[in-house]
């Protein structure tokens, strides 16, 4: 039940295609930018470490979801 590579190589394969790509991704990330160095200028230090926290918080759970895919032959924490 857990272990479909076949699932999981699907999976890979819609992640990668720049198909899903889409244009409004970039005026969003103009405003994040924004954001952030609007943060600065102000000196706001919690807000800014609160906003990389959250990132960090992403990163290490696609960490984890990669030692997965490596080490239990294709099973990944989200299939």
């Known amino acids: 039940m857990l272990n479909q590579p076949e699932l999981t190589q699907q999976a890979l394969d819609i992640l990668r295609s720049v198909d899903n790509f889409q244009w409004y991704f970039i005026p969003l990330l103009a405003f994040v930018v924004y954001v952030y160095f609007t943060e600065v200028a102000k000196k706001n230090w919690r807000g800014i470490a609160a906003g ?28």
């Open 52 to 79: 990389l926290s959250l990132y960090m918080v992403h990163w290490f759970y696609e960490i984890i979801n990669a030692l997965m895919l490596i080490l239990f032959a294709g099973i990944l924490r989200w299939i």
